[in-house]
């Protein structure tokens, strides 16, 4: 019982270091991710119609019907069917998943990644940037064609904006999600998704990868920054003139695969306009970037010899 | 013929070399030795006792379907244990690689486990939980108590059975062994497409992974064929299908979904498999390959198999509950009803796992549907146990407290799986780790009732109960672990944790990782009492009578206790759906009183020799051992052979020698050893 007391202890410490503040997905940056928490409110709270009557139910018939108290509570060992108990057993969890049902599509289809009607009806005259993202193993790489521009583990983006992405990954598969932000969308080899948002305000956010593609999965993170428009254009400014990237430089040292880290982003002026496009043919012609058992064994492993590319 | 592979290949070792052996890993060799100390000492035991041809007779050659399933849940249990070992390692790494300034161990940059060792480790956790943990569990449970329910001898394949058994105990060897031979797969329990291709995954771990779940899911179809062949033809004269109990009604549901569901994963699993040795590209990104054809093969299986694992679980529920409730199951036509509805739609909602890859609106719509619609027949289910504690005489044995604490985890389960399947909701949490809160929050529901109905039917087999006292501490000891563990897991997917982390950047999640360490420490005791409440009553061994609850209903509880080898000396004829308490009711007889001669079958040891066959089938196929390969396969051929020419009929015991047991039980109890018998059959027999 030792352990039980010492969790006695740690307790109140621990409770102290949990904050409301951290589960950020109740504190949503943009209209995709603020109608998620909608419909999570509304359907949670639709549940709780049946869910609570029901806990209260289980906890009260074993107390109420406990055989220490038989002489004072009815008991009626034959009684086992009951049309009224039946319809309503069936009937009230059938009413509301109706109701849930309808919540669910109507909901999905307002935000659709694709297109999302959500982002038509609220901003309908927003300007559109578009930036293609390439997941390789394992980092992330941001191609923005009209700026000629493509960095690496950072996402900058114009608040006010809807962002228009196109995903596809050089060899695995990887989740591209920005809590508060953006829906999760999978970024997949030799095929094209897409995922769409608008970040209201200029804030600062963190992106990461969620579905698992490897040894460097867990430092599959990058850095989003929601600047203003003007800040946006310096921002670009800045990079003009970084070194050039085109499909055979990406080929030959962005895919291969690497971990970074310390998500330091870089950054590389774009002369290929058609690299995302070639990113997907080469996967579907079987473009892989074979990962060596040695190269899983020294992901962070400080006595493996150095991850190649690892900053 | 093969594909190129990575690292040295030879005809006589495949690609087996003394590097393989992980010698200098410091977690791995202090395990091995303790197991290798275990088994030593197993086996010693066993030698000095005399007890081999014991356990070689009435264990491994046994077709008995009780010992069948003892040993399958004995198997279920170990593999437990391994896997909550796993599920340690897991949460020790996330409580410490927090941020880029947490320390690292044992040559890890943060924590103590570089991802090649933490991947391994949860893969081999969701395998071994599912498939070789939760699954004998039940499968052993269904074994033991579905002849007893419907009054059979024995089921209708005996030697299938065995086959089964060892076929899935095969699998499960093979994991073991990957932990000191080899590595396991670092693709996690789903088989993550096309990352357990040869490019991502060029060592022996998938292939460990892919062979151990191919040789168990054979054997798990089997058992469902077998179980469907025992409800459908052997249930006791006077047992309409509406007599039929309802654990048996949700076996035989579970085994249509094991019968048709297990033969998709066989075939996906045989398309990687020739994709991995023979370099085709079914699943690839590339060269006309689809990885999304196995995402969805996968998971047209795996979600039925979800509903495989947890119908079984609402069977007990719909046994022990009424027995301490001492009022028979409320709303039974519909209980039954609700199973098959369950398992009819449990097809039609796998897209739900992969919401987040690039699915259009209205698919998503239809499969987010279709996921709801599962939980009005499990609402039904909830209610219906409910109503029947209503108006009841409830006690609270520790077969009915995990039977209480099953029901409100299924309701938090059901209220999180509600909000998962609203895709809207899904795009927030898919791939967190709110979704991992939610399916352990299921297995718990599943782990909750394998304990109740193994504590409750413990005494029908054995003849004694399990220590009440410990059982206790067992049950408060666990839930206090799994509210520390998945409360704080629920928070951590709201505060954007996602799944299958070795390092956490956000340093804001530490006190959840922390709370969750607490909490599977907390398990840790609640083993501690398992294991001593097992000590403690294999010690004592108080006589439990021939009404151990005294509150029991079923059929299964008209043969002696413990039950004898042949089950029931008489097959009954059935009167009512709660055959015993019906029987004590109207004053009828509960023992028979004139004796007939019983017809069993022998027992062979061609099942075990053929598992261990198969092991080896595996373990060569995982090295790519050629020669081995061959010959364990025409081993194989050579068993089947073998045992299409047995002649052996069984045996028959005469009415005396029954009656000379009925007298004195415990002659032909499970631990008895019997006499050996001649073959052939010799009178008429019953």
Redesign the interface.
């Known amino acids: 019982m030792r352990v039980l007391g010492l969790v006695a202890l740690l307790a109140p410490l621990m409770l102290a270091g949990c904050s409301v503040h951290d589960m950020v997905l109740f504190f949503p940056a943009g209209p995709m991710a603020a109608s998620e928490l909608h419909y999570t409110y509304l359907i949670t709270g639709i549940m709780m119609v049946i869910i609570v009557p029901t806990l209260l139910m289980s906890i009260w018939f074993p107390i109420k019907y406990h055989i220490s108290r038989q002489h004072k509570e009815k008991y009626t060992p034959d009684w086992t069917f009951s049309y009224a108990i039946e319809v309503l057993a069936w009937g009230i969890p059938l009413g509301i998943v109706a109701v849930l049902a309808w919540l669910s599509v109507h909901g999905i289809r307002g935000i659709d990644p694709w297109n999302p009607p959500l982002l038509a009806k609220i901003a309908p005259n927003a300007p559109v940037e578009e930036v293609d993202v390439i997941a390789t193993d394992w980092q992330w790489v941001f191609i923005y064609p009209a700026e000629k521009l493509v960095t690496i583990d950072e996402l900058t983006i114009p608040a006010g904006a809807r962002i228009d992405l196109k995903l596809t990954a050089t060899q695995n598969m990887d989740g591209f999600y920005i809590p508060q932000v953006a829906p999760m969308v999978d970024a997949m080899p030799a095929m094209q998704t897409k995922d769409t948002f608008l970040v209201s305000q200029p804030g600062d956010f963190t992106g990461f990868s969620t579905d698992f593609s490897g040894a460097g999965f867990s430092w599959m993170r990058f850095a989003v920054h929601a600047v203003s428009t003007a800040d946006f254009a310096a921002w670009v400014q800045s990079h003009q003139g970084a070194a050039p990237l085109d499909y055979a430089a990406f080929d030959a040292h962005i895919a291969q695969p690497q971990v970074n880290y310390g998500a330091t982003p870089s950054y590389f002026t774009l002369t290929d306009p058609k690299l995302f496009g070639e990113v997907i043919s080469a996967a579907q012609m079987g473009k892989t970037y074979p990962v060596s058992q040695a190269l899983n064994k020294a992901v962070a492993d400080d006595d493996a010899a150095p991850v190649a590319g690892a900053q | 013929m093969q594909v190129a592979i ?2 040295p290949w030879s005809p006589l070792f495949g690609r087996l070399t003394l590097d393989a052996i992980p010698y200098n890993n410091p977690i791995i060799v202090p395990t091995f030795i303790v197991a290798a100390l275990a088994g030593l000492v197993a086996v010693g035991a066993v030698l000095y006792y005399k007890k081999l041809g014991y356990i070689w007779r009435e264990w491994l050659c046994s077709v008995d379907h009780k010992k069948i399933g003892v040993m399958y849940i004995i198997l279920g249990l170990v593999m437990l244990f391994r896997g909550y070992a796993d599920g340690l390692m897991i949460r020790t790494q996330q409580a410490i690689a927090i941020g ?1 300034n947490s320390p ?1 161990f044992l ?4 924590g103590y486990l ?3 060792h933490f ?1 391994q480790i949860y893969s081999a956790h969701g395998t071994i939980m599912l498939i070789f943990a939760a699954t004998p569990l039940l499968t052993g449970l269904g074994n033991v108590i579905v002849p007893l329910q419907i009054g059979a001898r024995d089921m209708a394949f005996p030697y299938l059975n065995a086959t089964s058994l060892w076929l899935t105990f095969a699998g499960a060897a093979l994991v073991m062994i990957s932990l000191f031979v080899g590595e396991f797969s ?1 693709a ?1 329990w789903v088989g ?4 357990s291709e ?6 022996v771990g998938v292939d460990y992974w892919m062979w151990a779940i191919q040789i168990s899911s054979i054997g798990t179809t089997f058992n469902s064929i077998n179980i469907i062949a025992t409800i459908v033809k052997m249930r006791a004269p006077g047992m309409t299908w509406f007599k039929l109990p309802v654990f048996s009604w949700v076996q035989l549901t579970t085994a249509i979904i094991g019968l048709t569901a297990f033969p998709i994963l066989t075939v996906a699993l045989t398309m990687l498999g020739i994709d991995r040795y023979l370099g085709t ?1 079914f699943f ?4 006309g390959g689809n ?1 999304m054809l196995y995402i969805n093969l996968f998971w047209i299986w795996g979600h039925p198999e979800v509903y495989f694992l947890v119908l079984p679980a609402f069977g007990v529920l719909s046994e022990v509950v009424p027995a301490f ?10 209980m039954v009803a609700a199973s098959f509805s369950i398992a009819g739609i449990g097809w039609m909602v796998w897209a739900h796992h ?1 919401f ?3 699915m ?2 209205n698919q ?2 239809f499969f ?2 279709a996921t ?2 599962v ?2 027949p499990t ?2 289910k ?3 146990w ?2 029947t ?8 044995e520790t077969p009915m407290l995990w039977a ?1 604490i099953s ?2 985890l299924l ?1 938090i389960g ?2 999180t799986g ?2 998962l ?5 899904d ?6 780790v709110f979704v991992v809160a939610h399916f352990h929050c299921m297995v718990l529901v599943i782990g909750a009732s394998a304990f109740a109905a193994v504590i409750f039917w413990w005494p029908k087999v054995f003849g004694f109960k399990l220590n009440e006292t410990l059982g206790k501490w067992f049950f408060w000891t666990f839930i ?1 672990g799994s509210l ?1 563990v998945f409360v ?1 897991m629920f ?1 951590a997917g ?3 944790e ?9 340093t ?5 990782m ?2 969750e360490e ?1 909490g599977v ?2 398990y ?2 609640s083993i501690f009492f398992f294991v001593a409440m097992l000590v403690v009553s294999l010690w004592q061994r108080v006589p439990a009578g021939e009404s151990p609850w005294g509150t029991e209903r079923g059929l299964e509880w008209l043969t002696r206790t413990p039950v004898p080898f042949y089950n029931f000396a008489v097959t009954p004829h059935v009167n009512a759906l709660d055959e015993t308490s019906w029987r004590r009711e109207v004053g009828a007889a509960l023992r028979p009183t004139r004796y007939v001669p019983i017809h069993l079958p022998h027992g062979s040891g061609l099942p075990f020799i053929l598992g261990m066959d198969v092991f080896a089938w595996g373990f060569a196929l995982t090295w790519r051992i050629d020669w081995l390969i061959v010959l364990t396969t025409i081993a194989m051929i050579a068993i089947v052979f073998i045992r299409s020419f047995d002649r052996n009929e069984g045996f028959i015991i005469p009415a005396e020698e029954v009656e000379a047991y009925e007298a004195n039980i415990s002659t032909a109890s499970i631990f008895a050893e019997q006499p050996k018998r001649g073959h052939g059959l010799v009178g008429e027999a019953h």
């Open positions: 990575e690292g880029p690292g040559g890890a940059k943060h570089p991802p090649f991947d670092s996690t993550l497409m096309p990352y040869m490019a991502s995954n060029p060592g590209h690839t990104a590339g060269m990885f409730s001492r009022k028979a199951l409320f709303g039974y036509p519909t992969f987040t890859m690039g259009g609106p998503i719509g987010s549907a709801m619609i939980g009005i609402g039904v909830a209610f219906n409910l109503f504690m209503y108006r009841g005489r409830i006690s609270y209480m029901i409100v309701l059901g209220l509600m909000m399947s609203a895709s809207v909701i795009y927030s949490v898919h791939d967190s206090a520390l704080p928070m709201l505060a954007g996602t799944r299958r982390l070795d390092y956490v950047f956000n804001a999640l530490a006190p959840y922390l709370w607490v420490l907390v840790l005791a």
